[in-house]
């Protein structure tokens, strides 16, 4: 008898977190996991094939109390072991979590090519081109990861890489082709105290504060000075990385928190600084206003329009920089949309790329039409090639043109410029070294290229369109790959 009670209670007990789903719901936007809905049997009028994989992945994601075992056995882990739970998240000293995709970085391990880091820096250049050629100033600044600043913390096992990694590699090609880069690293190292979260990956509002005064140091504005300003610390913070790995757990991070108060305000409807699209404005010095600012605190004028390309880290970055500009737009849609900068009326663009994410630099091309160039160099043609060329008139009076190049002929320093040869016209212009679609695995990085052209300023003709590029100091055409008709 006793024998049947126990088994009962065992499956019982299995039976929990399955009858429990009906009222239990997990927050799986805590462990930074998309929320996929109950798959149903049939799916656009046919039976759905995945549809019991889709049941094991549901039930999965959303059994009762998944989320307080799983924090009960990742303290287990932490606390015992030292060790993580989450193949995302590492577990450090004191108490610090780490991003396990910043491993390459730290290690110097998996590196990007001599080629890839040149076309990474030739991306960024276009862009700053193209944003001057439009009036207003630029900025592109790489947030270092929190292990780039605080490896002390880092786990014994796992051992800092010597040598130079990809930002480092960057920084230097950056600096060959003029790019207008502001080191952040340099800045944040120098503050004694924390400037980065110990439960997340990013810095905190200290960090935060830091950059957005070394950014407008950089494009020559005045700004408020927040190391003059009072703050208190709070536990108050979320770290990303402790939901990860403790999606119960309510521990809390310190942040800083200025007591100046914020005088912008959001135009669009925005819920958190995690949204992909912000736009502010700070009219506090309008002629007639009352100005906000409390007592004490200095006056502060506002600068124009500020156009902001960003990712995670410029969730923290999004108040400090609203609140030194009138406009201010912020954005983490990619590619990068140039458009927005004549949109927005931009007097200054920045862009802030996490350290771990410069390889993405190489992924999608920057809505922006492609530079014109003067060329007069001798071209031999290839013969024979494998480069590639994709040509597709994506709205009117916009051409795209994509594909890979002959790295036969196609040095690590190369440009990639894109010919038109008409039979009344030459038009040469230069090409983003990028792949033109992120998700095609099979595009070499090293080698893809694309570029939007204005079909609407080419003068009538019948155009043949070729690739050159450089090899040992000489220019090489692929001969025609593409036609273009202006009628």
Request: some cysteine; charged content about 25%.
């Amino acid at each position: 008898m006793k024998k049947r009670i126990f088994i009962a209670l065992f499956f019982l007990i299995l039976l929990i977190p399955f009858v429990g789903m009906s009222v239990y719901h997990a927050d799986l936007s805590i462990e930074k996991k998309h929320e996929e809905a109950l798959p149903s049997l049939i799916r656009n009028g046919r039976i759905n094939t995945d549809f019991f994989q889709g049941i094991t992945d549901y039930v999965a994601d959303h059994f009762a109390f998944r989320q307080e075992l799983i924090t009960a056995d990742a303290e287990l882990k932490a606390e015992i072991f030292h060790s993580s739970a989450n193949d995302k998240v590492i577990v450090g000293k004191a108490g610090w979590l780490f991003f396990q995709e910043t491993m390459n970085d730290y290690q110097k391990r998996n590196l990007l090519s001599d080629r890839e880091i040149h076309n990474c820096a030739a991306v960024v250049r276009l862009i700053q081109q193209g944003v001057e050629l439009q009036g207003a100033e630029f900025a592109f600044t790489v947030a270092p990861n929190k292990n780039t600043l605080y490896g002390k913390y880092m786990p014994d096992r796992f051992q800092a890489g010597s040598g130079e990694g990809n930002l480092e590699h960057l920084i230097t090609e950056m600096k060959e082709q003029k790019v207008h880069y502001v080191d952040l690293q340099m800045h944040l190292r120098k503050e004694k105290k924390q400037v980065y979260h110990k439960l997340d990956t990013h810095w905190n509002n200290l960090g935060a504060s830091i950059a957005c005064e070394t950014l407008l140091d950089f494009v020559g504005k005045d700004h408020i000075h927040y190391e003059n300003e009072s703050y208190t610390r709070k536990k108050n913070f979320s770290g990303d990385l402790q939901g990860m790995l403790f999606p119960k757990s309510t521990k809390k991070d310190w942040n800083v928190i200025y007591d100046r108060p914020w005088t912008y305000e959001y135009v669009n409807s925005v819920t958190s600084t995690e949204q992909m699209e912000i736009q502010t404005e700070n009219q506090t010095e309008k002629a007639g206003q009352k100005d906000s600012v409390k007592e004490g605190h200095k006056k502060q004028k506002k600068h124009n329009s500020l156009v902001m390309y960003r990712d995670s880290f410029g969730n923290a970055l999004v108040p400090f920089m609203a609140q030194e500009y009138s406009a201010g737009y912020f954005t983490k849609e990619v590619p990068y949309d140039l458009s927005l900068v004549d949109t927005h009326k931009a007097d200054d663009v920045v862009i802030e790329l996490a350290q771990r994410q410069i390889p993405t630099l190489l992924e999608g091309v920057p809505y922006m039409m492609a530079p014109g160039v003067a060329f007069d160099q001798d071209v031999e043609e290839t013969g024979q090639t494998t480069a590639t060329m994709e040509t597709e008139e994506v709205t009117e009076g916009v051409l795209r043109i994509s594909g890979e190049t002959d790295k036969r002929w196609t040095d690590d320093d190369s440009e990639v410029y894109i010919s038109m040869y008409g039979k009344k016209n030459l038009l040469m212009f230069e090409a983003f070294p990028s792949v033109y679609d992120p998700m095609d695995e099979k595009a070499d990085r090293a080698y893809s290229y694309g570029a939007y052209i204005d079909t609407s300023a080419l003068p009538r003709d019948h155009y043949q369109i070729e690739v050159i590029t450089k090899k040992d100091g000489s220019y090489y055409t692929t001969g025609f790959l593409g036609k273009y008709v202006v009628t």
